[in-house]
């Protein structure tokens, strides 16, 4: 049986790293470290760049449709995902304007709620999601789907490039 999220899940362990950063930096901005505030908005840059403009984008694409066309309980939670990305998106997008505010005390909140819902939403679609993509979906479909997804990510490498957000990271 071939795999269609291999990638994916290799890709939640790089976004699972980014957030363990974004816990740290939580507490930081709250005792209004200044020097802290340019790093953690490179990594709110990673979160809305590969995260959301590549990954999520591949998951919409290419995993969900399948997912939703089956109905049912499934497809609920196709949609549950789907609306957490939008959350994260906003959340994202809130932080970055608290930031710009230096309404740090606020920015530290949301910040709380994201890196929440980032973990939450990562481990369900790794234990129940993405299995059950690979369990609907047939070989000669998953094939097709990986070769969409790699034109995806060739067609927008300025998002989907996860070597130059992993050189990032390393500098932070
Ligand atoms: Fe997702
Ligand atoms: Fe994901």
Redesign the pocket.
């Known amino acids: 049986m071939q795999a269609l999220t291999l990638e ?1 899940q290799d ?2 362990e790089f ?1 699972s790293k980014v957030n363990s950063y974004l816990k740290l930096y939580k507490d930081k901005i709250i005792s209004e470290r200044f020097n802290e505030i340019d790093s953690l908005k490179k990594l709110l840059t990673i979160i809305r760049e590969f995260v959301s403009n590549c ?2 984008k591949k ?1 919409e694409l290419f995993i969900f449709p399948y997912i939703l066309e089956k109905g049912g309980d499934e497809a609920d939670l196709a949609n549950e995902m789907i609306t957490q990305h939008r959350d994260l998106e906003k959340m994202e997008n809130q932080i970055e304007i608290y930031l710009e505010k230096n309404n740090f005390y606020d920015a530290s909140k949301v910040l709380n709620d994201l890196v929440l819902l980032l973990d939450s ?2 481990e369900k ?1 790794n234990t129940v999601v993405f299995d059950y993509a690979e369990f609907i979906i047939d070989d000669e479909k998953k094939g097709e789907l990986l070769d969409e997804m790699i034109k995806y990510e060739k067609d927008n490498n300025n998002y989907c490039n996860k070597n130059k957000y992993e050189k990032i990271l390393e500098k932070i």
């Open positions: 994916l890709e939640h976004i990954h999520h998951e939403h990562i679609e």
